[in-house]
């Protein structure tokens, strides 16, 4: 029961809960990132139940980060043959977060389901996140 999705845009990671006046909120651009990820989820898989409550869960992400413009064309060559990879935030934990607390409800019923995950940063000319999701 594989499902596979794609979040367009440059790939983000889950940002710190701030704190005012005592109170913790997450970020604006966080939540928006959130839903994006949800859109994208709801657009391929609308119809799809959830994995059962209990059901393991492996999660492989491949976050396709810009290649900079900025960068000699000799590297960016390199950035689109893999040869460099990106060392840069967003941290590969944060994106998976992001991911997997947007899911919670949706795909499963709470990210505690997932027993596998990998996160695969690299560059890419189009910069999305591809979301594969299946029974562990």
């Not at 934990?93 to 690299?122: P, S």
Request: glycine share 4%.
């Amino acid at each position: 029961m594989m499902r596979e999705f794609v979040v367009y845009g440059e790939p983000q990671g889950k940002a710190r809960a701030r704190v005012v006046n005592g109170h913790a909120y997450t970020p604006e651009k966080t939540l928006n990132y959130e839903d994006a990820i949800r859109w994208s989820y709801m657009d391929k898989h609308r119809d799809a139940p959830m994995f059962a409550q209990g059901v393991p869960v492996s999660v492989t992400i491949y976050a396709d980060m810009r290649i900079p413009t900025s960068a000699a064309h000799c590297k960016q060559d390199a950035m689109r043959r893999q040869e460099t990879r990106p060392t840069k935030k967003p941290d590969w934990d944060n994106i998976g977060k992001v991911i997997c607390d947007a899911l919670n409800g949706l795909a499963w019923y709470d990210d505690t389901q997932v027993v596998e995950a990998y996160v695969i940063k690299r560059y890419a000319d189009i910069p999305m996140v591809r979301v594969m999701i299946d029974e562990a």
